[in-house]
């Protein structure tokens, strides 16, 4: 996420890590998620962790965009679309970026709707996977990690993707794309957002994920959305989650993160709904684009908590009969 925080006089310029991935067995099912019992446990912490535990690895060397680093991670995201059922969006998963000047790409998977009807409607799930590669060196260590950073949200989208691509439940289509250059000034999100305006794509909403690698404090929700009252997002979320899961942070809005991650692009472009979930809130996490930004530090069952929250408000944004999600006048 590209911040903006103001702390006294000082101004920080905030941009909001091996496994070998496997095959599962398709499941197929016709219940809506919320009413699953299965889903509330999708993933784990296990799994979660060892995601991470390699997204942000020093075999990576921080993901920095047209590095082999986030080549490593960029196959790995492309084997985990094709393991978990994802189709290419384009003739294959990489969308080559046309904005930055090293050769990087997005990651661009779909899972067709169900529904004929809908099926044309488009729902995208996003997150960035570079992060900012080496730095000056602090006792020693040089590599910035990035597991906050934004392998947490990379890794809550992978799982997420997974989820739709073995059940097949959605009957709107879902493109699932992770995101480089970020961290360059949202270049890889601005690509594939004009990108995609240019092809003409029926998209309904965007939504994104920054920063869900620890949990919020002090707060009556689980995470919040930026650009909180630009539209009804967070209200049909926590109907469909049953529970205060998507808040308010003063904080978003003061700072206008609505307009510093990957959720921005698309808003400009196609005049949607877009957002970012995140649970990063300036209090909780210290080491942002520092060294210390390490899997050690992350919680996976949060993490893990998120994903199994998050799947069934987005199994029924994709199911329900009508555009629920609307732009505030």
């Not at 060397?61 to 986030?70: D, F, H, P």
């Not at 000056?136 to 992978?158: F, H």
Request: a negative charge.
């Amino acid at each position: 996420m590209k911040i903006l925080f103001y702390a006294l006089v000082t101004i920080f310029v905030v941009g909001c890590g091996s496994t070998q991935v496997t095959q599962t067995t398709t499941v197929e099912t016709t219940q809506s998620s919320k009413n699953t019992e299965s889903n509330n446990t999708f993933t784990d912490a296990e799994r979660i962790g060892e995601m991470m535990n390699y997204l942000a690895s020093n075999d990576l060397k921080g993901r920095e965009a047209g590095s082999e680093g986030i080549e490593m991670a960029a196959k790995y995201i492309e084997n985990y679309f094709k393991s978990y059922g994802l189709k290419p969006y384009f003739e294959t998963y990489r969308d080559t970026l046309s904005n930055f000047k090293k050769a990087s790409y997005n990651i661009v998977g779909v899972i067709e709707g169900n529904n004929p009807d809908l099926k044309d409607e488009f729902i995208l799930i996003g997150a960035h996977y570079d992060h900012i590669g080496t730095i000056e060196p602090e006792n020693g260590d040089y590599i910035a990690n990035g597991a906050n950073d934004n392998a947490s949200g990379t890794t809550s989208v992978l799982e997420m993707a997974r989820y739709f691509g073995t059940q097949k439940t959605n009957e709107r289509s879902l493109i699932f794309a992770l995101f480089s250059a970020e961290e360059k000034g949202l270049l890889g999100s601005k690509h594939l957002a004009e990108k995609l305006k240019e092809q003409d794509l029926n998209l309904y909403t965007m939504l994104n994920f920054e920063m869900t690698g620890v949990p919020l404090k002090g707060k009556d929700y689980f995470m919040y959305i930026t650009g909180y009252d630009m539209s009804n997002l967070a209200e049909v979320s926590n109907t469909y989650a049953e529970e205060n899961l998507v808040g308010f942070l003063p904080t978003a809005k003061e700072y206008n993160l609505y307009q510093r991650s990957d959720n921005y692009p698309f808003h400009e472009e196609f005049g949607v709904p877009s957002h970012t979930f995140c649970t990063f809130d300036f209090t909780n996490f210290n080491h942002y684009h520092k060294v210390g930004d390490e899997p050690d530090l992350m919680d996976f069952d949060h993490m893990a908590t998120l994903v199994n929250k998050t799947i069934p408000v987005i199994e029924s944004i994709a199911n329900a009969p009508n555009q629920e999600i609307k732009l505030n006048e």
